[in-house]
């Protein structure tokens, strides 16, 4: 059974940085395209993943490309998600998951286990 488990979310100011980890037990990090998705509050999760990485690279929607940095670690089996500049409008749960497949696409139906989710909150 694959598992994600989401961390390092906070409360900041615009501008500052955060940087999220999910841990997976189930599928290696390297075996699966993983990706990154978001809530804002008030509205359904994003269908479309904000970053992605597998063997096809690394991929990052225009809202977060050249702020946001995906990377994993191999050996610990995690995830990253390095938010730098971060905007109010960044303010959302963070979600990682874990598709079928390890060609990376973006919607979200192409992944099959979730994180429970990690809040991230930017003020002004």
């Not at 900041?12 to 980890?21: E, H, I, K, P, T």
């Not at 938010?83 to 749960?93: F, Q, S, V, Y």
């Amino acid at each position: 059974q694959v598992r994600l488990r989401e961390s390092g979310g906070g409360s900041v100011q615009a501008g500052d940085s955060l940087r999220l980890s999910c841990t997976i037990s189930g599928v290696r990090v390297n075996n699966a395209c993983m990706g990154w998705f978001r809530q804002a509050p008030g509205k359904e999760r994003e269908e479309f993943a904000i970053g992605m990485i597998g063997n096809d690279g690394i991929q990052y929607d225009d809202s977060v490309k050249d702020r946001f940095t995906i990377s994993r670690d191999n050996a610990k089996n995690t995830l990253y998600l390095q938010m730098n500049n971060l905007k109010p409008d960044d303010t959302a749960m963070y979600y990682c998951a874990a598709s079928h497949y390890v060609l990376c696409g973006r919607t979200e139906g192409m992944y099959r286990a979730w994180g429970q989710g990690t809040q991230v909150t930017v003020s002004s």
